[in-house]
């Protein structure tokens, strides 16, 4: 079963923020959350992750509830270049068999407009 | 640079014929992983590999066979067995273990079957 929910697809505009939301309400403590893109026909790459606090880089920021059930990487300024599918998953960092296991749902289909 | 090279990027066969897809990777990283992309959906996990001449089932292994003779390589043999192998293949390597450890992913194979 997936692990995280997040919307099918969500629409913004080019140089505005954009706040993609991922659920994930049962996830355990030692669950780091990550985000990946997937530009078409391209492999996906690597955004941001985080376990419990609010972490910032050149591409993006996530914001990580305090409860820890839901996160929302944010887009501080669109560009057409980010339109792609965003992934939301969980990595296990416990160690194990299960920290290989990793599911990639859906994700968010990301359009920008001009 | 480092990264994943994914070879060929476009194959078609016919149906009976065993292919088999080549993943080199020169990141050092000991875990290595194949995932499968039909349109519009997320990625099937297939196989993954911890460590040199030890691999996995994932969740979609049916039909696939991989090896893990060097650390650096991961090739994927689709079977005959494979009932509907047109897709997108997606081959990715991490540091072992540890959930901030972050997944590369390679650009893609297309298989097509005629």
């Known amino acids: 079963d997936a692990k995280t929910t997040q919307p099918n697809s969500m629409e913004s505009n080019e140089e505005e923020p954009v706040h993609l939301p991922c659920n994930h309400s049962t996830i355990s403590g030692t669950d780091y959350i990550h985000w990946y893109r997937q530009l078409p026909s391209q492999g996906p790459e690597y955004v941001i992750h985080g376990l419990t606090s609010n972490v910032n880089n050149r591409m993006a920021s996530l914001a990580i509830a305090e409860d820890r059930k839901s996160s929302t990487l944010i887009l501080h300024r669109a560009t057409l270049r980010d339109a792609a599918v965003y992934y939301c998953?969980?990595?296990?960092?416990?160690?194990?068999?299960?920290?290989?296991?990793?599911?990639f749902g859906k994700g968010t289909l990301l359009t920008v407009n001009p | 640079d480092g990264g994943i090279t994914q070879s060929p990027k476009y194959l078609f066969r016919k149906e009976g014929q065993n292919v088999t897809l080549s993943c080199e990777q020169n990141?050092?990283?000991?875990?290595m992983y194949w995932y499968r992309q039909d349109p519009g959906q997320g990625l099937r996990l297939i196989y993954y590999s911890q460590i040199v001449n030890d691999f996995q089932k994932g969740d979609i292994a049916e039909g696939y066979s991989v090896s893990r003779e060097k650390k650096e390589s991961f090739p994927l043999t689709v079977t005959s067995a494979q009932k509907n192998p047109t897709a997108f293949y997606l081959c990715a390597s991490s540091i072992a273990d540890g959930g901030a450890n972050v997944l590369t992913f390679g650009a893609g194979s297309r298989l097509t079957v005629l």
């Open positions: 990141l050092n990283h000991d875990a």
């Open positions: 998953i969980l990595r296990d960092g416990s160690g194990g068999g299960s920290n290989y296991k990793l599911t």
